[in-house]
């Protein structure tokens, strides 16, 4: 399981473990209070009462923390906040200033709790009320000093936070609509240009093959003729189906690089690819390039899908060997769990492809505990330092 990210609610046990602890390190600050009850000199009675107020405001502090976000239970949630804020005030002013430090988790809660049109009056409206509670409590107006800026700073930071949440979201579901409208639009253009490439063939044979019937009983000659006409149109029919099934297929490495690093951020891997990638400084004609984005594309389904890393590297060099420059193809993660010893389809169709170009595949674990390295090699058409 990755880390829990910004704008994601934790769905296994131990994403609300990992989040639980992030937010319990701020309960650090509790310590003035806990202090209080420990040795504040109260009452056995008032040291229990005081327990059980610090108990119920942190249990209600965090519930309005890991609440999810129901945009019609926003009066319940200011009522809750209403609720929070007097128990901030009784404990303050009922055990002493040690306890106004409630207040700077009211203002965080309710930046983090409220929308913006509302939070952005609560958190000045909650740092108001802790100084009416400091300047009341004996001694309070020592400790204004340093929790009203925390207050403020807090909640607002809680309100920043909020907004880039609900801004995340937006880009998340902006990019699948897009993803969905390109995929249509690809469809649309490949109906097109499939009705443009066979519908004028198709019409021929058809009308063709109904001369041929008219003439086959009379003319058998100009008939042989017709069919000999369909033939020819059915294979020039299907070699512009190929050249266009090709075209549509043949991925580039700019293009591959583009969607990897699409593919890796959106599976929260951290990506290293090269900026650019142009096949001439590699000495690459398009059959070259061809193989070695599909080898890019392979290997990044592979670490997206099954990898569980956190990182993955690519890199692309022209290396001279004994044999001449090579294109040289390495993509790099460091996850836990290695592919299988026996390979998938994936990997022996790439094997296959690079060595019908006189290339070569070798994939296997990294280099230390855990990871694993795929590289692909081709022989480049230029000399080393050729490519500009």
Same mark, same amino acid.
């Given at each position: 399981?990755?880390?829990?990210?910004?704008?994601?609610?934790?769905?296994?046990?131990?994403?609300?473990?990992?989040?639980?602890?992030?937010?319990?390190?701020?309960?650090?600050?509790?310590?003035?209070?806990?202090?209080?009850?420990?040795?504040?000199?109260?009452?056995?009675?008032?040291?229990?009462?005081?327990?059980?107020?610090?108990?119920?405001?942190?249990?209600?502090?965090?519930?309005?923390?890991?609440?999810?976000?129901?945009?019609?239970?926003?009066?319940?949630?200011?009522?809750?906040?209403?609720?929070?804020?007097?128990?901030?005030?009784?404990?303050?002013?009922?055990?002493?200033?040690?306890?106004?430090?409630?207040?700077?988790?009211?203002?965080?809660?309710?930046?983090?709790? %409220? +929308?913006? @049109?509302?939070?952005?009056?609560?958190?000045?409206? *909650?740092? !108001?009320?802790? /100084? =009416?509670?400091?300047?009341?409590?004996?001694?309070?107006?020592?400790?204004?000093?340093?929790?009203?800026?925390?207050?403020?700073?807090?909640?607002?930071?809680?309100?920043?936070?909020?907004?880039?949440?609900?801004?995340?979201?937006?880009?998340?579901?902006?990019?699948?609509?897009?993803?969905?409208?390109?995929?249509?639009?690809?469809?649309?253009?490949?109906?097109?240009?499939?009705?443009?490439?066979?519908?004028?063939?198709?019409?021929?044979?058809?009308?063709?093959?109904?001369?041929?019937?008219?003439?086959?009983?009379?003319?058998?000659?100009?008939?042989?003729?017709?069919?000999?006409?369909?033939?020819?149109?059915?294979?020039?029919?299907?070699?512009?189906?190929?050249?266009?099934?090709?075209?549509?297929?043949?991925?580039? %490495? +700019?293009? @591959?690089?583009?969607?990897?690093?699409?593919?890796? *951020?959106? !599976?929260?891997? /951290? =990506?290293?690819?090269?900026?650019?990638?142009?096949?001439?400084?590699?000495?690459?004609?398009?059959?070259?390039?061809?193989?070695?984005?599909?080898?890019?594309?392979?290997?990044?389904?592979?670490?997206?899908?099954?990898?569980?890393?956190?990182?993955?590297?690519?890199?692309?060099?022209?290396?001279?060997?004994?044999?001449?420059?090579?294109?040289?193809?390495?993509?790099?993660?460091?996850?836990?769990?290695?592919?299988?010893?026996?390979?998938?389809?994936?990997?022996?169709?790439?094997?296959?492809?690079?060595?019908?170009?006189?290339?070569?595949?070798?994939?296997?674990?990294?280099?230390?505990?855990?990871?694993?390295?795929?590289?692909?090699?081709?022989?480049?058409?230029?000399?080393?330092?050729?490519?500009?």
């Amino acid at each position: 399981m990755g880390p829990v990210r910004i704008g994601q609610q934790p769905e296994t046990r131990r994403g609300k473990i990992v989040k639980g602890m992030w937010t319990g390190v701020w309960l650090f600050y509790l310590s003035a209070p806990v202090t209080d009850l420990v040795s504040g000199g109260h009452s056995t009675g008032v040291r229990v009462l005081g327990a059980l107020g610090l108990a119920a405001f942190v249990a209600w502090y965090l519930v309005l923390i890991f609440r999810s976000q129901r945009p019609n239970n926003w009066n319940r949630v200011f009522l809750s906040l209403v609720v929070l804020a007097a128990q901030s005030a009784v404990l303050s002013l009922s055990l002493g200033r040690e306890w106004l430090v409630l207040y700077v988790y009211v203002s965080i809660a309710s930046g983090a709790a %409220l +929308p913006l @049109e509302w939070s952005r009056w609560t958190v000045p409206g *909650t740092t !108001a009320l802790l /100084v =009416a509670t400091g300047l009341a409590v004996p001694g309070g107006d020592a400790y204004l000093v340093g929790l009203v800026v925390p207050a403020l700073l807090g909640g607002f930071a809680m309100v920043g936070v909020r907004q880039m949440v609900r801004t995340t979201m937006e880009l998340r579901q902006a990019r699948a609509t897009v993803a969905a409208l390109a995929a249509n639009e690809e469809r649309l253009r490949m109906a097109r240009d499939l009705h443009d490439l066979l519908g004028h063939s198709l019409s021929l044979i058809t009308l063709k093959s109904e001369l041929a019937g008219r003439m086959l009983p009379d003319h058998p000659d100009r008939a042989a003729q017709q069919v000999a006409d369909i033939e020819r149109v059915s294979r020039q029919a299907l070699v512009d189906v190929r050249e266009a099934v090709t075209g549509y297929r043949r991925p580039t %490495l +700019p293009g @591959e690089l583009a969607g990897a690093r699409t593919a890796l *951020t959106a !599976a929260g891997v /951290v =990506a290293v690819l090269p900026d650019t990638a142009e096949p001439e400084a590699y000495g690459l004609d398009e059959e070259r390039e061809a193989a070695l984005a599909w080898s890019l594309r392979e290997a990044v389904t592979n670490v997206v899908r099954h990898s569980g890393a956190a990182r993955c590297t690519v890199a692309l060099e022209l290396r001279e060997t004994l044999g001449g420059p090579v294109a040289e193809l390495t993509v790099t993660d460091d996850g836990e769990s290695a592919p299988s010893a026996a390979p998938g389809n994936g990997l022996t169709g790439l094997r296959e492809r690079l060595e019908a170009l006189d290339g070569s595949l070798t994939a296997g674990p990294a280099t230390g505990r855990k990871g694993f390295r795929l590289t692909a090699r081709i022989p480049a058409r230029l000399p080393l330092g050729s490519g500009s």
